[in-house]
């Protein structure tokens, strides 16, 4: 990670040391809660809510925060992960983006990268309007990002990526002998279906270069977190990257949270129901290399952000990764 921390050590790597935040928050008394193996009683209860919910939770949240104030572009996103600014020659990017939102990160990904086809999934429909609206909205002249941005409604950590994403080691053998059937009629006149083609873009996607994960993994619980990411490994052509960046231990956001908040060990369930975990990077390791992956990169982001209004600074962590799917020998 040295490189891209030589580019923005001022802003995403080092404004302050984790592991002397850590002894602090850990020395505080009043943050005694978060360290607690278990959760209360009545707050653990919250942790069995369904997958139904937490999707209903969050096409809500989505929904109240719809307005183009809170909408803002996560532009730092090329800087940190800039392999997504270069394109394979004469062929174009695939990117999968999971639980895309209001599309605050492909946008600026798209502007970027002319040779970027994004495929961007949530659990929400609502929210995937919405994120349609703000990217053809924000296309102007011979910059439209009609054929290079694809939505489809998905929570990969319940039900999985469909079938039309995976990567397929046959596909461009399958598909000239097919002769794309789908564009040829049968004897009765109908359509014929290719089984090799999704219905969503006519096409078999086959496989992705990258898979982002932008603040998404903390959103599902941990139970659930093992399965989510064998679903990514399964759609990364060999060689393909996770691009990886979320809350991590003692940011601000956790110690904010009062006791009965917590739902598990760094985890925790806000008044509206969406769900949060704070990551270490053990945890964060631990999860990919035993989905099957190669780290390459991971360490904390450590911000200091001020609030100027309120004449406060506010200590946020994050985490960032970058894993890769081994190529094939």
């Not at 939770?57 to 940190?80: D, N, T």
């Not at 290719?194 to 873009?201: A, D, G, I």
């Not at 990886?244 to 908040?261: A, H």
């Amino acid at each position: 990670m040295e490189n891209s921390c030589a580019v923005e050590a001022e802003y995403f790597c080092k404004d302050f040391d984790w592991e002397e935040h850590r002894a602090e928050v850990e020395s505080n008394p009043s943050f005694r809660y978060h360290f607690e193996s278990t959760p209360s009683s009545s707050s653990s209860t919250q942790s069995t809510s369904s997958p139904d919910s937490d999707v209903q939770a969050w096409s809500q949240f989505h929904i109240r925060h719809a307005s183009g104030k809170f909408f803002k572009e996560r532009r730092y996103l090329l800087k940190e992960f800039p392999e997504l600014l270069s394109s394979p020659p004469n062929s174009h990017l695939k990117l999968l983006e999971v639980g895309c939102g209001n599309g605050s990160t492909v946008l600026p990904i798209l502007r970027a990268n002319k040779d970027v086809v994004v495929y961007a999934c949530d659990c929400s429909n609502e929210t995937l309007e919405r994120a349609k609206e703000i990217i053809s909205g924000s296309a102007t002249g011979v910059a439209s990002f009609k054929h290079r941005f694809h939505t489809f409604f998905c929570d990969f950590s319940t039900n999985g990526f469909p079938d039309w994403l995976a990567y397929n080691p046959c596909q461009d053998k399958i598909l000239k002998e097919s002769y794309f059937l789908s564009d040829f009629k049968g004897d009765n006149g109908l359509r014929l279906t290719n089984p090799y083609l999704s219905e969503e873009f006519d096409c078999c996607v086959g496989g992705v270069d990258f898979v982002t994960l932008i603040f998404t993994l903390s959103a599902v619980p941990l139970e659930r977190m093992p399965r989510s990411i064998k679903e990514c490994f399964t759609v990364l052509k060999p060689g393909g990257m996770v691009l990886l960046r979320d809350y991590g231990l003692y940011d601000m956001t956790m110690l904010r949270f009062e006791p009965d908040k917590r739902v598990g060990f760094r985890e925790y369930m806000r008044s509206d129901g969406t769900r949060s975990y704070f990551f270490t990077l053990e945890i964060v390791r631990n999860l990919f290399l035993n989905a099957g992956f190669t780290e390459l990169e991971l360490d904390y982001c450590c911000v200091k952000s001020v609030n100027r209004r309120k004449g406060k600074s506010m200590r946020r962590v994050w985490v960032h990764g970058k894993f890769q799917k081994p190529a094939l020998s």
